[in-house]
Nanobody
Framework: VQLQASGGGLVQAGGSLRLSCEASGGTFSNYGVAWFRQAPGQERDFVATITRSAGTIYADSVKGRFTISRDSAENTVTLQLNSLKPEDTAVYYC?????????????????WGRGTQVTVSS
């Protein structure tokens, strides 16, 4: 499975962005998909995941502001980022989990895409 993340950019605090993760070589509906983010000098952190059964889990820091969803027809997973804050600035990565269940950990995912930069100015 190859993943391509897109949709990042520069936005002012309070603004919105929509990130997309497109898969090739696999079908998203067969996998759990997650978004992680990594700020400069920081570890890569869990943001959100959508399971095979379309259940969703969010990090506390983004709950109520970010929404993860899956478009099976387009074979994409999107992350809608609303009410952005400067601390949301990071490179955002999408990842796929081929095993049953969900995970908030990097080790729980088998395939990773290149990241997309999100920068939120104050």
């Amino acid at each position: 499975v190859q993943l391509q993340a897109s949709g990042g950019g520069l936005v002012q605090a309070g603004g919105s962005l929509r990130l997309s993760c497109e898969a090739s070589g696999g079908t998203f509906s067969n996998y759990g998909v997650a978004w992680f983010r990594q700020a400069p000098g920081q570890e890569r952190d869990f943001v959100a995941t959508i399971t095979r059964s379309a259940g969703t889990i969010y990090a506390d820091s983004v709950k109520g502001r970010f929404t993860i969803s899956r478009d099976s027809a387009e074979n994409t997973v999107t992350l809608q980022l609303n009410s952005l804050k400067p601390e949301d600035t990071a490179v955002y990565y999408c990842a796929v989990r081929s095993r049953i269940g969900s995970s908030r950990f990097i080790s729980g995912y088998d395939y990773w895409g290149r990241g997309t930069q999100v920068t939120v100015s104050s």
